[in-house]
């Protein structure tokens, strides 16, 4: 059965950076991209970027572009999502997750809170 585990959410200050981890389950990273995504309270589902099962390739929303960075283990088929510069508004909800259909791609980012599989998710705050 597909799984996949998020962890390493918590309290931190703006500015301030966390490193979130994704462990998948009974399918691999080699054949199927991971993506994450946020729901911050009141708000909707965000994607927030993927990498590609193929090579590293990976692509980020426009909010958290240049300050979010997805890597992977493929040895562990583990998938991260280091945060760096965080800022108030990216307290939220995170949530890692695959589609067997659906490519990373820069326009498939926004689908990705539709995907068929994820994770409990892990909060994430950032608060002075």
């Known amino acids: 059965q597909v799984r996949l585990v998020e962890s390493g959410g918590g309290s931190v200050q703006p500015g301030g950076s966390l490193r979130l981890s994704c462990k998948a389950s009974?399918?691999?990273?080699?054949?199927?991209?991971v993506g994450w995504f946020r729901q911050a309270p009141g708000r909707e589902r965000e994607g927030v970027g993927c990498?590609?099962?193929?090579?590293?390739?990976?692509y980020y929303s426009d909010s958290v572009k240049g300050r979010f960075t997805i890597s992977k283990d493929r040895a562990e088929n583990m998938v991260y999502l280091q945060m760096d510069n965080l800022k108030t508004e990216d307290t939220a909800v995170y949530y890692c997750?695959?589609?067997?259909?659906?490519?990373?791609?820069?326009?498939?980012?926004?689908?990705?809170?539709?995907?068929?599989?994820r994770g409990q998710g892990t909060r994430v705050t950032v608060s002075s």
């Open positions: 997750a695959t589609d067997f259909e659906t490519r990373c791609r820069a326009e498939t980012v926004r689908m990705i809170p539709l995907h068929d599989y």
């Open positions: 990498i590609s099962n193929r090579d590293y390739t990976t």
């Open positions: 009974a399918f691999s990273i080699d054949s199927y991209p």
